[in-house]
């Protein structure tokens, strides 16, 4: 299976991962076939990029009646093997990377903390009660989600800028 960075950084989708089929005469293949089936040898962590993970997983160790990679090689669904070794090539290859998905998290629960603290005042509580949940003053409380503070909640990152 393929992976892909899916948070809307155009970048990253240069990116897509996968684990390469190495086969008897060291050729790659991202595909297993009958015919590859019986050739395969073992894999390693790959992208379109051209970048090859250093890590090989010998069939020997790795059972796959297919030749395709074992889920315990593959590594999507627990975040290890061949998938985390192609995220920390992500990390060195786009190291703002990181930092975009966390701006568009935060303008996430920045968005959402903003329809709370709404639907918090709707129901009827203070400014003074507000302030004091969210860990802060009713003063502060007031300018970042009064009517009119709304500038200061954060922007979610754009992809290109200015899109
Ligand atoms: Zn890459």
Redesign the pocket.
Known sequence: MAWVHDTGYAPAY??T?YPVSVLLDGTETASSSARTASEVIGWRSA???G?RGMQFYPRSEWLSRTGSAPDGVDGWETGTAAFAEWER??DR?LPELAVYDLAKQLADVEERLHAAVQAARFAGLSWLRLGAVAGTTQNLAVRRWGPTGQHLRAAAPEWPPGS
Request: negative net charge.
């Open positions: 240069d990116h991962g992208c379109e990029c970048w090539h992500l290859v």
